[in-house]
């Protein structure tokens, strides 16, 4: 067995990357190559059925072998940890029950991973994540939220990094965009320096914040209105009006995880100002 963060068992950090998948699949035929084909097909069967957590059955005959593999390594494959410790972990009880079926070594199984981007590389008896990502941490929600807010944020923030965890960077990057644009709204009424914030949606309260902001304030709040504006675009990110299919860039997960943290950055701004003009005016 493997040695990485255990709550990945329960909840994967993402699919395996296909390019992977059809690698080890390759590797799998080649050692059929040197022993019985049908009974290495269903040692490897009972391995990814064991990671993709569905019974394992024998095959009726060596094609049916052949397609139920790839059906349970299709299926283990949503998590790409289990998928990598399944084809490790086979080839490892292999390799004692038949020392003289030769079998790829970590520096093979590493080189698939890396072409394929997969974003882990093996260290026996580590796996270690070479592209994990570690979100900026936004502050529990002040005393001048109520606690409806403080669940809104909370649930919010968890759904965005549950959607990045599985890949689905577009509607992680929507989540937390929706929620700068939830938390702006607490703003509304509170007494600022000349006078109360009288917008009800996002551009205009930030954009009366912006005026009566001074210095780093101000910049602060019209890089976040640029960000805003560009991830709603059409041409931009697209996460709030649809992809434009002609001028559009489509959104990658690398692309996703950067704009969770930049607009996670601008949350914990937000939620640090409203406390200070909060206490001020109180």
């Not at 397609?67 to 410790?85: Q, R, V, Y």
């Not at 292999?94 to 882990?120: E, F, H, T």
């Not at 309260?205 to 805003?228: A, Y």
Request: charge should be negative.
């Amino acid at each position: 067995m493997l040695e990485f963060d255990g709550a990945w068992r329960f909840d994967g950090p993402g699919p395996l990357e296909p390019d992977a998948v059809r690698g080890f699949r390759e590797l799998i035929d080649r050692i059929c190559g040197q022993a019985t084909r049908k009974w290495v097909l269903e040692h490897f069967k009972s391995h990814f059925a064991a990671a993709a957590g569905v019974p394992h059955y024998t095959s009726s005959d060596e094609s049916w072998a052949s397609s139920d593999l790839d059906t349970k390594m299709n299926e283990a494959g949503e998590n790409a940890p289990l998928f990598i410790e399944a084809f490790y972990n086979a080839c490892e009880e292999l390799r004692i029950q038949r020392p003289d079926v030769a079998l790829p070594d970590v520096d093979r199984l590493n080189r698939i991973l890396s072409n394929a981007g997969a974003g882990y590389q093996l260290d026996p008896p580590k796996l270690v994540a070479t592209r994990v990502h570690i979100p900026i941490s936004v502050p529990d929600a002040p005393p001048s939220l109520d606690e409806q807010a403080r669940q809104v944020i909370s649930q919010a923030l968890d759904v965005s990094e549950r959607a990045l965890a599985q890949g689905n960077g577009r509607q992680a990057v929507q989540e937390v965009l929706w929620l700068l644009e939830t938390i702006a709204t607490a703003f509304r009424g509170l007494d600022a320096d000349d006078g109360s914030i009288q917008g009800r949606y996002f551009n205009k309260i930030i954009c009366e914040l912006r005026q009566r902001g001074r210095g780093h304030q101000e910049q602060i709040l019209q890089w976040m209105m640029t960000l805003h504006g560009y991830l709603s675009s059409p041409t931009g990110g697209g996460v709030r009006h649809g992809v434009d299919l002609k001028d559009g860039l489509a959104l990658g997960i690398d692309e996703a995880r950067l704009y969770c943290n930049l607009v996670r950055s601008y949350l914990t701004f937000l939620i640090a100002e409203h406390e200070r003009i909060a206490r001020r005016s109180a």
